[in-house]
């Protein structure tokens, strides 16, 4: 079956715009994860979705960034006012629900590159 | 709380040679362990997990890492380094019970392969 799919692939913004970046998860993955890998540094936690409820935010930058999930299946991940230290690839998983522990591998997607001008 | 530590974010070996690249954890309940594998312009692909089964585990590509409680390590090997083995590797771990079920990634080995 199909994997996890992020779009754009590549996005290029002026400083200032705001960004939407959209990730569509496995089906019947419940668990969905949006991560920040900027040059050289691992991966950076943002927030995770059990279904559409999101309930830790606490990784989110600022408050410049938000998600939402509708229909426990897609995603968007959107960065308002972007700065160019919101230049970073963003990086989708999806997964089985967590509520049966922290056994479930993760599917990632391919990723968002987005550079802020 | 959870953590992993890779040691070494750069590992060299000639093509042939032993890969190995180092995992420790830090978790207070017993853990779950994840070898992740990144090759350029894409997103990370599992290459094995820990989930309290055998202790050794073996994954794709010729791949396999030893979990050892005492040393809170899970070391990834593969005999014989190939070119294409060259790529970011991430340890991560989750927890069973009592913790965060939320991996936590450690900062990635970038394995090179020179022929």
């Known amino acids: 079956g199909a994997g996890v799919s992020q779009s754009p692939s590549n996005k290029v913004t002026e400083k200032g715009k705001d960004v939407e970046l959209r990730c569509d998860p496995i089906?019947?993955?419940?668990?969905l994860y949006w991560y920040r890998q900027s040059l050289g540094q691992g991966l950076e936690f943002l927030i995770y979705?059990?279904?559409?409820?999101?309930?830790?935010k606490s990784g989110l930058p600022s408050d410049r960034f938000s998600a939402e999930r509708t229909g426990g299946s897609v995603s968007t991940l959107t960065i308002q006012r972007t700065q160019q230290e919101d230049s970073a690839v963003y990086l989708c998983?999806?997964?089985?629900?967590?509520?049966?522990?922290?056994?479930?591998?993760?599917?990632f997607g391919p990723g968002t590159r987005l550079t802020v001008l | 709380a959870q953590s992993v530590t890779q040691l070494g974010s750069h590992v060299s070996v000639s093509e042939g040679a032993l890969v190995l690249l180092r995992c420790n954890y830090s978790?207070?309940?017993?853990?779950?362990l994840f070898w992740y594998v990144q090759y350029p312009n894409q997103g990370l692909q599992l290459l094995l997990k820990?989930?309290?089964?055998?202790?050794l585990v073996k994954g794709i590509n010729g791949f396999e890492a030893e979990f050892k409680k005492s040393e809170t390590s899970f070391h990834l090997t593969k005999p014989s380094a190939h070119m294409s083995d060259a790529a970011e590797y991430f340890c991560?771990?989750?927890?069973?019970?009592?913790?965060?079920?939320?991996?936590?990634f450690g900062r990635g080995t970038s394995l090179i392969v020179h022929p």
């Open positions: 998983a999806s997964s089985l629900a967590l509520s049966s522990g922290g056994r479930n591998e993760q599917f």
């Open positions: 089906s019947g993955h419940t668990a």
């Open positions: 979705f059990q279904g559409n409820s999101a309930p830790d």
């Open positions: 978790s207070s309940v017993p853990p779950y």
């Open positions: 820990y989930t309290s089964a055998a202790t």
């Open positions: 991560a771990v989750t927890t069973a019970s009592g913790g965060s079920y939320i991996p936590t």
